[in-house]
């Protein structure tokens, strides 16, 4: 999956999934709950999944990996 907010602060990968919590100063919408229930969803099927920055703080990707092949939808 591939996200085109604002990005991720560097070393903030693991932190995206925090509920509540704001990684940026810029005031957005939401409550901050979204992804952090994300994690419990993809773990319940016996998946995992990560955050990665892009180049230039473009966005960020989601990787969702299925155990079977790693999938990185747009």
Do not use: C, Y
């Not at 990968?13 to 979204?34: D, K, W």
């Amino acid at each position: 999956m591939r996200d085109n907010g604002i990005g991720l602060p560097e070393g903030e990968e693991e932190g995206i999934f925090e509920p509540f919590v704001r990684l940026h100063a810029v005031q957005t919408s939401g409550s901050g709950i979204g992804l952090a229930l994300v994690p419990s969803i993809v773990e319940g099927h016996g998946w995992t999944i990560r955050a990665q920055r892009r180049a230039g703080n473009a966005g960020t990707d989601f990787v969702i990996s299925t155990g079977k092949a790693e999938t990185s939808a747009d």
